[in-house]
């Protein structure tokens, strides 16, 4: 199996900045994308950043010029800063990546288990 541990949320007001950390573990042959979604109370679950293994990146509008996706393919680990934070980012993010066990693995999609970021005075 693949694991992936978020860490980095937490309380922030607004206007502020926090840098989520999501590692991932386990029998890995190679990850392809990773991102991050999140979900706020009562609503769906929404792309906030991708990046493939290349390196190309994608946004959702709300997090354009705010929000930077980074990863290191060394150590398995995709990274979000967050910088002027609204009340409207909060919510639960989530780590996504999509990876290979084996050589002939077909791709699969992992989850982690979720980190709550609050923004608010």
């Known amino acids: 199996q693949v694991q992936l541990v978020e860490s980095g949320g937490g309380l922030v007001q607004p206007g502020g900045s926090l840098r989520l950390s999501c590692a991932a573990s386990?029998?890995?042959?190679?990850?392809?994308?990773m991102g991050w979604y999140r979900q706020a109370p009562g609503k769906q679950r929404e792309l906030v950043a991708a990046i493939a293994s290349g390196g190309s990146t994608d946004y959702a509008d709300s997090v354009k010029g705010r929000f930077t996706i980074s990863r290191d393919n060394a150590k398995n680990t995709v990274y979000l800063q967050m910088s002027s934070l609204k009340p409207e980012d909060t919510a639960v993010y989530y780590c996504?990546?999509?990876?290979?066990?084996?050589?002939?693995?077909?791709?699969?999609?992992?989850w982690g288990q979720g980190t709550q970021v609050t923004v608010s005075s």
């Open positions: 386990g029998r890995i042959f190679k990850i392809n994308a």
């Open positions: 996504h990546a999509e990876a290979k066990r084996l050589l002939f693995s077909d791709l699969d999609d992992y």
